[in-house]
């Protein structure tokens, strides 16, 4: 009984991390999309994008409130977006988002981790033809009144590429130069956005054994856990057997 006590523990704590992660990205974002288009949501497209992931992230209202307001004074500073680019072990392509105030040390941070799990930073543009960049919006199925073939058709006129449908959700995919023009379509046709983002979707993928994979998880794990860090994305194929090395 203790043991397992221990480690329903343990499982709470790490969910409780993941979760304060994730506030603290969605800080991030408000503070950039508050000093790049203003405090008001009515007008400002991104703080808007970013006001929905954290109700789908359930970050309290409050919370958020309060990170607009912070945001919106002039002694908070604003954060740089950088990407940068490289190679894992069995040449695993990873590409990492960042949100800094310290280029220098983000830097450092994130090739001192390839290093010590035996990958490599590589430069800017060399992962470019491993993935595609896709505006990706996520929209509940039980709120759309039209047909799925008429909301496929408004939603051309947005840059749709391709429309995803499982029994809770449907998935929205366009080019990410069409991301702003998706969001203010969804938006026109009163359709509620659950979430969006932008991804970096692997063209190419690469299988892996778990083991194989080691060093792999290793790297990724380091990238979340580190502040500056938004997103991760990469091109290994999640098999079963790695998803459950991951989450142990």
Known sequence: MGRAFEF???????RWSKMAKTFTRIGKDIVIAVKDG??????NSRLRQVMQNA????????NVLRAIKKASSKDTANYEEIS???YAVNGIAVFV?????NNNRTVADVRSYFS???????????????FNRKGVFTIEKEKITSSLEDLEMDLIDGGLEELEIDEE?????????DFSNMQNKIEDLGIEIQKSEL??????????????AEKVIKLLDLLEENDDVQQVFHNMVLSEEILEAMEN
């Open 55 to 62: 109700k789908a992230a359930n970050m309290p209202k409050d």
């Open 116 to 130: 010590k799990c035996d990958g490599a930073l590589g430069t800017n543009g060399s992962l470019e033809f491993i």
């Open 38 to 43: 203003g405090a008001s949501p009515e007008t």
């Open 8 to 14: 329903r523990k343990a499982r709470k704590m790490k």
């Open 199 to 212: 991804q970096r979707i692997p063209i190419t993928t690469k299988n892996m054994s778990a083991s194989e």
């Open 97 to 101: 988002d960042c949100a800094t105030n």
């Open 84 to 86: 940068l680019e490289g």
């Open 169 to 177: 959700a449907i998935t929205v995919y366009c080019d990410f130069t």
